[in-house]
């Protein structure tokens, strides 16, 4: 049997948008790509905003951890996506790697105001990479070409 083919999603930090966008297409996949994340400077935890506004909408990343991009080098990585930050500068070639996308979006750690209006950048960054990923997901699949 074929091996699934391996997405990674990559961001400067990997504690908020790239953990969202693993959490999001993983669900959409359903197991037919593995799916992860890393950070060329990688913050150690992920954001517990992130955490909430993903588990609002029924994914769970709360078990996520912070990686560093240097860690998947040996791996065969078929695709890679950066989401943000400087991760497209300083992002490697991967062994193995095929394609590579940049969907660039705003980070939601910048938000400033009440407790709520955070919450609604972070959901506002949840929605436009919910609203990408799945659609990747379903031309992935509809193509079965698959990553």
Known sequence: MNEAP??????????????????ILRAAMGGLVEVQSAGSKPA????????????????????????????FLNGKITTVITVGGNADQACPMFPGQVNRHHWGFGDPAHAQGTE????????RVRDQIQLVFEAYAAGLKEGKALA
Do not use: P
């Open 6 to 23: 391996k997405v990674l999603i990559l961001c400067t930090g990997n504690s908020r948008r790239s953990h969202m966008a693993e959490g």
């Open 116 to 123: 709520e209006e955070i919450l609604a950048q972070f959901r």
């Open 44 to 71: 150690g935890y992920v954001h517990s905003k992130a955490i909430q506004v993903l588990r609002e909408i029924g994914i769970d990343i709360s078990a996520h951890t912070s990686e560093h991009m240097n860690d």
